[in-house]
């Protein structure tokens, strides 16, 4: 349909503090004809709850 999107995210590849992030951007796929895409503005991890 339309040109592929790039989008960009964090990534934290093991447990740890900010030296464990990195940044990463990749395409994002169309959506099926079954699927719909949903904007995503923000979100968060509260790392108080994982164990």
Do not use: C, D, H, T
Not at 17 to 37: D, H, K, N, T, Y
């Amino acid at each position: 349909m339309s040109e592929s999107e790039e989008a960009v995210a964090v990534v934290a590849a093991a447990y740890g503090g900010p030296e464990v992030l990195s940044v990463i951007s990749f395409a994002v796929p169309e959506p099926e004809w079954s699927q719909v895409r949903i904007p995503i503005r923000a979100a968060g991890v509260n790392p108080s709850v994982m164990k």
